[in-house]
């Protein structure tokens, strides 16, 4: 058995860009997240929601090696829009993927292009049909528009039908259009544009598009998978055959430019604890913390800098539901009294959540200062760094928080002795030692998961077991079957042990696995469960360090 990740973060807060709706979205580096949702944001226009970026940098700072983020935005916040610059109507409409002033730096060119050309060799009379022979039919699709070219002009016409290179236009052609030369003078070719977008170092192509609404090649079709933008054909059907590439830019034009505006990122006084905890509906279409349902892959969890109670509580409760994810929590950054501390930690009751505190001071890039950021980017860094380098058994706790310059305010011991017992982990500094985070605490208050390594460790062996007894399922359900799960689970604890995992001098004080007629029914096995009872001993965390000194004296001889 292969045990499961214990280090994928997941993190939701407000970002620059980035989609609000669907599957959280995967990060691997700080540059990866800055392509997708954007850089640091300003104090002045996102107050105290602005931290998912710092939060996310700090992840990756203290070790962290991926993350899934789900961005949150204003529900009046807008996407930038932009229209063909035709005079009469517009044709093209040019929205931002995503809501936010950054769409305003979106810019579209639009030239023209073909997909393909040929000539034609012959004409085909049947009846009131007049069909045409080509060199070669391919890439002229039912519904294209395509221009004759000869030397004394142009003409339009769209394709019906095309088989066996046989083509079916609207229109007949008055002109002669028949040229057999080995270079041809006269050239029938496809009507296309091409779409070139860019914002800041981000460049989209996208070749050879039309307004053929069954073609492969349409607007929207081709268009569906970009990062920066979605667009539409808006105009009506219209008998008129027309140049598309003329039809958005005009007559005798030879580039046109789109430029959006109008975004907007919405008011974050607006903004309540709905929009972090989302909305659920359905696969692919859920936002906020429930977006996170559609993850199964993700361990730990923050909402980095959000304090308020509900959006806490439902993280917690998310992550209790699925039994399978832990959250790391933010303590209010005011909140700097011991009662104050305690008055917050007394909302919850949980072993699938720890509190952490005080605040960070980190430099920050955009403002070029020291900022006080959550301290739950780095702690959700340091359990990766933790499980990396030691294990999950290992409490995430006497670990270095790198690139901290500082605390936002400092904890005695004294404070320290009556914060940790409460559940309330705190980071402190200590000279010649940097800052290092000094609690392992959940804030359950059941004295069996009062650990936060204790309970990660469980959600990994869980985890572990369901992801590697898989194969069991539809199996025959017998002794033969019950020995082979046995022996598969058995064998995973006991590397576990022999890591250091698991307490005890011997396997058998390590755990134990029974699985068998003790276990289950007739009945449950004559209804398909197969059920097997596993004990572990964790091994726990030598919280205070006790040395008794005895003064020894000489005896005289």
Aim: aromatic share 10%.
């Amino acid at each position: 058995m292969e045990g499961v990740g214990t280090s994928t973060a997941g993190f939701i807060g407000l970002a620059e860009k980035g989609p609000v709706e669907g599957v959280p979205q995967l990060v691997t580096n700080f540059a990866d997240f800055k392509r997708t949702y954007g850089g640091y944001l300003s104090e002045n226009e996102f107050g105290g929601y602005r931290y998912l970026a710092y939060a996310v940098e700090n992840f990756f700072i203290n070790g962290g090696s991926r993350c899934f983020v789900s961005r949150v935005a204003p529900l009046d916040a807008k996407a930038s829009v932009g229209y063909s610059p035709t005079k009469d109507a517009p044709i093209v409409k040019i929205s931002a993927k995503d809501p936010g002033i950054w769409g305003d730096s979106v810019k579209v060119t639009v030239t023209p292009a073909s997909k393909t050309r040929t000539q034609i060799i012959k004409e085909i009379t049947s009846g009131d049909d007049v069909k045409y022979l080509v060199k070669n039919g391919a890439g002229f699709n039912p519904g294209d528009v395509v221009v004759f070219a000869d030397q004394s002009g142009i003409v339009y016409n769209r394709v019906v039908k095309n088989q066996d290179n046989i083509i079916t236009f609207a229109d007949s052609f008055s002109e002669d259009v028949v040229d057999n030369n080995l270079v041809p003078l006269k050239t029938i070719s496809t009507c296309e544009f091409t779409l070139e977008v860019k914002y800041g170092d981000s460049v989209e192509t996208y070749e050879n598009l039309s307004f053929n609404i069954n073609a492969a090649n349409h607007i929207s079709k081709k268009t569906a998978k970009s990062d920066l933008i979605v667009a539409e054909y808006v105009a009506a059907d219209d008998e008129e055959i027309i140049d598309p590439f003329a039809a958005i830019a005009g007559e005798d034009a030879k580039v046109a430019t789109i430029e959006l505006s109008s975004g907007s990122n919405g008011s974050v006084s607006s903004i309540t604890a709905a929009e972090f905890i989302g909305v659920d509906n359905g696969a692919g279409k859920r936002t906020g913390i429930q977006s996170f349902l559609d993850n199964d892959v993700v361990s730990i969890m923050a909402v980095p800098g959000v304090t308020d109670p509900n959006v806490q509580l439902t993280l917690v409760a998310h992550c209790e539901n699925l039994a399978s994810r832990f959250a790391v929590l933010d303590v209010p950054r005011d909140a700097k009294k011991v009662n104050d501390i305690i008055e917050h930690r007394n909302i919850f009751d949980s072993t699938y959540a720890a509190l952490y505190h005080p605040w960070l001071e980190v430099f920050d890039p955009l403002d070029k200062k020291t900022i006080a950021v959550p301290p739950s980017g780095a702690v959700i860094g340091i359990y990766a760094r933790s499980d990396n380098t030691r294990g999950v058994h290992k409490a995430p706790a006497n670990e270095v928080v790198r690139a901290c310059t500082g605390l936002d305010c400092q904890f005695n011991k004294g404070e320290q002795d009556i914060l940790n017992p409460k559940g309330v982990n705190l980071i402190r500094t200590f000279p010649g030692q940097g800052i290092r985070i000094w609690g392992a605490r959940t804030v359950s208050s059941d004295g069996s998961w009062k650990y936060v390594n204790v309970r990660r460790l469980f959600i990994f062996i869980e985890e572990s077991i369901k992801a590697n007894t898989s194969w069991a399922v539809f199996e025959p359900n017998d002794e033969v079957l019950w020995v082979r799960v046995q022996r598969t689970i058995s064998v995973f604890l006991n590397n576990l042990w022999r890591n250091g995992s698991l307490a005890g001098a011997s396997p058998d004080e390590a755990f134990f696995v029974s699985i068998g007629r003790n276990t289950m029914t007739q009945d449950d096995i004559d209804n398909g469960r197969l059920i097997c009872v596993i004990g572990v001993a964790p091994v726990k965390p030598a919280e205070f360090v006790i040395f008794r000194i005895t003064q020894k004296t000489g005896m005289a001889e």
